[in-house]
């Protein structure tokens, strides 16, 4: 036996010290797939950031050529825009003006229409319900935008114009209708969700002090899911700012400067589509101006950005 002990020992020792060489590799190895990963996610990050950095630099760097030959009075507060005419006018409020007029009527049916069916479908529908009507809901979302825009145009202008005769042929009510229906999906599901992720503890405390259903959803379910339901909001109007194909079909072309959804209107985005179609030389300054619109249009749906931010840190604060 005491032959055996030193031996027994060693065996152990040396086990132990194996174990221990082996730990340490996989410990290296998990260090190393780590930092490798941490590395391809900043990568990932980086990319976005450079691309956005990227983006704002073409747009201020193209728009100052542009602004050497137009002054930005003149570009902010002209009220004709004719860039491609002889007598050439580079008023840009025509186009600002369409692009919030029918962006406004998209989100006045597309609000409380869709806020009131992410309502039903978190608080009244049952699971089943709830299953079928979700998914034939976000179907609207995966319909091509030029389907909307001929829709727009051959079916809901033609049956308007027997309740408003003075409806021309292009318009902006049409437009900003189905662009309504067009982010109806976008913001009933993402409020939804939003209302679905409130805690049921909430609910129940409500209830147990004596409110209603109605009571406790709009009272107490929805001011939680504010945050939610804002940015669910804001990604809807920034999908209708940036809409093109229905605004390009069914709003019309012409740059009025007008707040009357009855004329036909053209959006920004609708402008820089018809520019970029060849007709306009290259380096010109009616070529450029589609940088200089797009530039203001970048920074409209910066102040959207930053408008929802400081929405949900107010609610989240009054949560607190």
Not at 6 to 32: C, F, H, K, L
Not at 232 to 239: D, K, N, P, Q
Not at 267 to 280: F, L, N, P, S
Not at 288 to 302: D, E, K, P, Y
């Amino acid at each position: 036996m005491p032959n055996n002990a030193p031996t027994e020992a060693g065996v152990a020792y040396t086990r132990a010290v194996v174990q221990i060489g082996a730990d340490s590799r996989n410990r290296r190895r998990v260090r190393a797939e780590e930092r490798i990963v941490r590395g391809f996610l900043f990568v990932c990050a980086l990319l976005g950031v450079v691309t956005t950095f990227a983006i704002v630099f073409i747009l201020f760097t193209e728009s100052l050529g542009f602004f050497e030959h137009v002054s930005v009075w003149e570009f902010l507060t002209g009220t004709v825009w004719t860039p491609t005419f002889a007598n050439k006018a580079f008023g840009v409020l025509p186009l600002v003006t369409g692009t919030l007029l029918t962006s406004l009527i998209a989100l006045a049916l597309a609000g409380p229409v869709g806020l009131l069916t992410a309502v039903y479908l978190s608080e009244y529908a049952s699971p089943r319900v709830r299953r079928v009507v979700k998914p034939i809901l976000e179907v609207l979302a995966g319909i091509p935008t030029v389907v909307y825009g001929y829709f727009a145009l051959t079916f809901l202008t033609p049956l308007l114009q027997r309740f408003i005769p003075a409806l021309e042929g292009f318009n902006a009510l049409s437009a900003g209708l189905v662009m309504g229906i067009m982010i109806l999906p976008t913001i009933a599901s993402l409020s939804e969700d939003a209302l679905y992720a409130v805690p049921n503890s909430l609910r129940y405390a409500s209830l147990a002090l004596g409110a209603t259903r109605f009571q406790t959803v709009w009272g107490v379910v929805v001011p939680a899911a504010m945050s939610g339901v804002s940015a669910a909001f804001l990604l809807g109007v920034s999908r209708a700012v940036g809409e093109t194909m229905i605004v390009a079909v069914a709003a019309g072309q012409q740059p009025n400067f007008t707040f009357n959804p009855l004329r036909a209107v053209e959006t920004m985005t609708a402008y820089i589509v018809r520019i970029t179609m060849g007709d306009t030389p290259h380096g010109s300054v009616e070529y450029r101006t589609i940088f200089a619109v797009g530039l203001l249009l970048f920074l409209m749906t910066l102040a959207l950005n930053l408008a929802s931010e400081l929405v949900r840190r107010r609610y989240k604060g009054a949560r607190v």
